[in-house]
């Protein structure tokens, strides 16, 4: 089920009365849609894995692009980090020698 809201009809009704919008040129606004494909940010999760305790959890969730770097949030806390590197986001979450940070990628498969 899709929920509009009122202010989103009023807005849809305003845009449906402005002529010449890029985005309804079929070729522009081809362009943009790959455009949006090609520099979508890639997801992914950290996953730290307890070495003694054979546990796994998932400690944060984040995004990468090329430009920004990644963006990390933190499952508890509330935590947001800022980095340049998967290096850097494994450094923030590896647990001193007791857990080991993996980053997955979402929608990648499964290593084995």
């Known amino acids: ?56 959890e998932i400690v944060a969730w984040g995004m990468a692009t090329e430009k920004s770097g990644m963006q990390v949030h933190a499952v508890r806390g509330g935590m947001i980090l800022c980095l340049r590197s998967p290096e850097m986001v494994l450094k923030c979450f590896d647990g001193d020698g007791h857990a080991v940070a993996r980053i997955m990628w979402v929608g990648d498969a499964v290593e084995r």
């Not at 979508?40 to 546990?55: I, T």
């Open 1 to 56: 089920m899709t929920m509009m809201l009122t202010r989103d009809q009023d807005q849809a009704r305003e845009r449906e009365h402005v002529p010449g919008l890029l985005l309804e040129v079929p070729e522009f606004a081809t362009a943009m849609q790959e455009m949006i494909n090609r520099d979508a940010p890639r997801l992914f999760a950290v996953v730290r894995e307890f070495v003694d305790s054979h546990d796994v």
